[in-house]
């Protein structure tokens, strides 16, 4: 799992791209909040500092940024291993599947949590330099880790998944954009409905329950509900995933 992790840094250059990220997130919303527009949020938002408004708008736009990265290391982490020979070589030394497989996702799990503190550490520290100390940046900053990282998951399972049923970068991409557009239309067209509660796009953004100020759509639901519909879909993908590459394994290599 350790060198799995590991790659990621060799292959993406992580720190970099990552950096540019939190430079023209933090760049972006410097010039959106500016000293009239951040009376207007602070008054919209019924939140007072300044220095959370700017944290969790800069968040936002890095972890969009951000999000496709990791989609994109995620999936290449499957693409690149099936162009290179890799799954050759671990088939040939008898490494079974699953333990592949387990590999693959913890290390995107690990390398999406770890890029997630980086972005939010540093980004809260040019917020520092900017509006000053507020302690509650500390305690927001965790709350950002925990809600980014959750949504993050989500993804690179799915960009996992979608890695191993087609060798298509553009089409594992396209899975952010599309699910983004479904959240909205599916909740305004089946949330009358009882089994849309049962729908994981319901369940992905758990920033509303952290009262963050830039919090999500509440759908209405417990923590505990969504974390049970959440985990339940995270388990079944991977079993896809573990399925289709057991199944797929003489294509792969």
Known sequence: MGSEFKLYYYRHNPFFILACFIILGCLLQNFILSEDNIESVKEALSVSSEGLIYQNFAIDTITFLSMVYFIYCSASSIINDKKNGVFIYSFVKNIPPIKIQIHKLVGAYVFVVSSNLFLILFTSIVTLLIYGWRKEMIINAFL????????????????????????????????????????????SMLNEFSFSKFIILDHIDISYFFNLPSTGIDRGYSLPFTLLIYMAYIIIFQLLAFYTFNKKRGMLI
Do not use: D, P, R
């Open 144 to 187: 950002l880790l925990i809600a980014k990282s959750y949504t993050s998951i989500f993804y690179v399972t799915l960009a996992i998944l979608f890695a191993l049923v087609v060798n298509n970068y553009v089409f594992v991409l396209s899975v952010l954009f599309i699910i983004e557009m479904a959240k909205i239309a599916i909740y």
